[in-house]
């Protein structure tokens, strides 16, 4: 326990977490939460006046966020593309013309280590001034060894400069790279006999992840490149059924993925499977509303069916240029139909599991990771109420105050 | 001049303005904008080192954004309504079962004067944080004269109190209120022979207001209030064709009012009707957004019609709970197609004209009020292209840095 932590969070107005033993989401009102070696204790009825308490002034207290699909390792951002697609290009016709991913990879490829290390770390401290203490963050714009390990070591310097806690993806199946398009067999086996082994070897990545997706990698192609990542001990994440049912959800669920991603497209088939199974449904809201589309996740055809849902931004140059995770919850409250409870479950435990972190991370009880923030709001339901403008009062990490 | 007024922001990356003599938006780059007795004097491609100066460190300055329909003057938020909405009631049932403005009548009755100036400052000081430093403030929840006269009176204590500039507009025809539902003539009367001149005497509000619509007030009502407002040397504006085409824009157009806002419902008639008229039409994609539908007012069509548009939050507690100028710049460019120089223009020139300040307000130019913004940012497409985070570096109003 440092210098700099607190005893825990008192005089709280309304908290609200995900409770673990009850299996349900709880709310509660006034008392103390107690915490201990960066941990959550116990909550007492009682508030302190002691300095060593961090003081919630009656507001709204709630778990640290979790964003659990973010692509901050990025060189440049592609602000032009922006508008052109607001005058009437398509995504897929800026990706045709060099835009796109394909654009982003270039940059990352000529930008220093150096230089990529500074941008995450402003993007990542954005992220926690936001409300967010933990987040995945993929590679995913190098699509070559050198380049992959690259972002994934940025990534992990830049995390080290920042309290925030994030997990490692690796994303070497993000799109096929310029240089192997005649050829995609041929980078498949880079990804499966190198880059894997490599990033696996160095520790840089917990998780593995392919954009599964009609026009980018097949189901077939996108099951062997996971099969290694298993095989190197590295748990599955997919991007599924954004544009087109391609059938990755279904192979998600049966790979036993972690979380299948996007979604919009997804087909009852699809739904069926993830209700029979533990992978979570990580739904980006945010990136239907960027790319100023009117074709929203089935939210509430997953929740009915008894599927976990996490919600995340999607952080990225192209398709979603925003880390703010409360402004998703206002997103899944009005596009995705959820209710402001059902949000706030889904941006701390529903992504804790989609991460496999959900017996420590995302809940405001004992023994778990003492995130949380202090909202300038009186009640949960104000949160995604009230949005576009930042409501965080304070924002605590392993029982550290941060701002 | 006071002793905490800057002599101009140098080393500005690229700034952004209306040119009131070229009649056209400008981009330059680098330099200093000098300013003197709180307006802007000149510009200097040099740059200054002297910490009079406030330094842009090499980012992107705009005008002060202004935001021209705001409704601040109210006493509870209203987020059950939100939630309630988003599980499939309608904004129109929620309004029938008591909700509504209704709903903020009643709260508004009750609290006290002393209350609402204080929520109402908390609330402007959060728009200046956000890059607002004008706007325009309705009443319209009191729907009483004493409590219309009291909404105006806490707007002017709360905006005394604040650096950011207002106008006040009376709305007491936002509605009709509930004890008159029988008998809509006799609150009319009141409005024309004891509301308008109270205000007037007072000076308390610069701007009248009708909200003509379908269900609200007939073109017919809304004639005579204006005329009379106009009688007592208020100027006129205008909400119109919101749900349904009711001849608000041909109306508003044909007396001369600053503005017709909202204007999703306008009929081709309408459009040309403003664009032979001097009226600007004012945007509020925020309320589209809030509330989850798919009708976004033409912009393309008014622009290409020659109309002047402006782009405003509409924040209030049922239809847009947000006062972040930028977000409406980033829903003005995804869902109205308006290109990120057009939404900037609309959203001070543009706004400024609907305000009737367009000849010394939201424009950095010799002679005009130094209001202005210093953005994280490199250059203006990044502005909307990156949102749901606070992107504001400095915020000058009147040559005073603010933050």
Redesign the interface.
């Known amino acids: 326990m440092s210098n700099t932590s607190i005893k825990g969070i008192t005089n709280i107005g309304q908290w609200v977490t995900w409770n673990p033993e009850k299996q349900a989401m709880e709310v509660g009102n006034g008392g103390t939460w107690l915490m201990e070696n960066g941990l959550f204790s116990e909550y007492t009825p009682k508030s302190f006046m002691d300095h060593e308490f961090l003081n919630a002034h009656g507001q709204l207290m709630t778990p640290g966020l979790i964003d659990s699909h973010t692509h901050p390792a990025f060189a440049t ?1 592609r ?2 593309e ?2 052109m697609r ?3 290009k398509t995504y897929q016709e800026i990706a045709e013309a060099g835009g796109g991913i394909r654009n982003s990879v270039r940059k990352l490829r000529e930008i220093s280590e150096f230089e990529l290390v500074d941008l995450i770390e402003t993007r990542l401290n ?1 992220m926690l ?2 409300g967010t203490t933990t987040a995945e963050c993929k590679s995913g714009y190098g699509l070559s060894t050198e380049a992959e390990l690259k972002s994934l070591r940025a990534i992990r310097t830049a995390s080290q400069r920042t309290p925030l806690q994030t997990f490692s993806t690796l994303l070497g199946a993000h799109e096929v790279p310029d240089e192997y398009r005649d050829d995609r067999n041929t980078y498949i086996d880079i990804i499966v006999n190198d880059m894997i082994p490599a990033v696996s070897g160095q520790k840089l990545a917990a998780y593995c992840d392919v954009f599964c997706e009609e026009g980018v990698y097949t189901t077939q192609e996108t099951e062997k490149i996971l099969l290694a990542a298993r095989e190197h001990g590295m748990q599955l994440k997919f991007h599924a059924d954004e544009f087109v049912s391609s059938g990755g959800a279904e192979l998600a669920a049966r790979m036993g993925a972690l979380s299948a991603d996007h979604l919009m497209a997804i087909s009852a088939t699809g739904i069926t499977a993830l209700a029979e199974s533990d992978t979570v449904a990580t739904l980006l809201p ?1 990136t239907t ?2 790319l ?1 589309s ?1 074709t929203w996740a089935p939210a509430r055809k997953l929740l009915d069916a008894g599927v976990t849902v996490a919600l995340a931004t999607d952080f990225n140059p192209g398709s979603n ?4 995770m409360p ?1 998703i919850l206002t997103l899944a ?3 995705l ?4 409870l059902e949000a706030l479950q889904a941006a701390t435990s529903g992504a804790a599991k989609s991460m496999g972190i959900e017996k420590n991370t995302g809940s405001i009880s004992p023994g778990f990771k003492a995130d949380a923030v202090v909202w300038q709001v009186d ?1 949960y ?2 949160l ?7 409501q965080v009062h304070q924002i605590v990490v392993g029982a550290e105050p941060i701002l």
Do not use: D
């Not at 240029?321 to 703010?324: I, Q, T």
């Not at 139909?337 to 402001?340: L, S």
């Open positions: 951002t602000e032009l922006f508008e607001s005058q009437g954005l001034k936001h945010g509303f960027f100023g009117n240029m925003s880390l703010s402004f409250v009005i596009y139909h959820m209710t402001p009640n339901r104000q995604p109420y009230f949005y576009g403008s930042n």
